[in-house]
């Protein structure tokens, strides 16, 4: 069955950075493109960032655009956010799953990342 596992999430100041980790399996992981999604409390889940299959293109949200990176290792079946320049508004659950289309129904548990000083 598929599943997610994020990881990597903690306490950060405003400024500071943060690695999120996905592993993913139960499914062809390097056909699909994969996303990042927050949730923040009081708020709907909301994608911030993407990545093709390949790796060739990558999205990103609005308000993440130059501070938020997107990768993947497709052997490894994992996808990465790397966060720069962290800010409070950015505290959130992220998540990952299929972005290209609908999401899987199943999602994992998130990691929490809390920007604040």
């Known amino acids: 069955q598929v599943q997610f596992v994020e990881s990597g999430g903690g306490l950060v100041q405003p400024g500071g950075s943060l690695r999120l980790s996905c592993a993913a399996s139960?499914?062809?992981?390097?056909?699909?493109?994969m996303g990042w999604y927050r949730q923040a409390p009081g708020k709907e889940r909301e994608l911030v960032a993407r990545i093709f299959s390949a790796g060739s293109r990558t999205d990103y949200a609005d308000s993440v655009k130059g501070r938020f990176t997107i990768s993947r290792d497709n052997a490894k079946a994992t996808v990465y956010l790397q966060m720069n320049s962290l800010k409070p508004e950015d505290t959130a659950v992220y998540y990952c799953?299929?972005?290209?289309?609908?999401?899987?129904?199943?999602w994992g548990r998130g990691t929490q990342v809390t920007v604040s000083s």
């Open positions: 139960g499914f062809t992981f390097g056909s699909v493109i």
């Open positions: 799953n299929r972005a290209g289309g609908t999401s899987f129904a199943a």
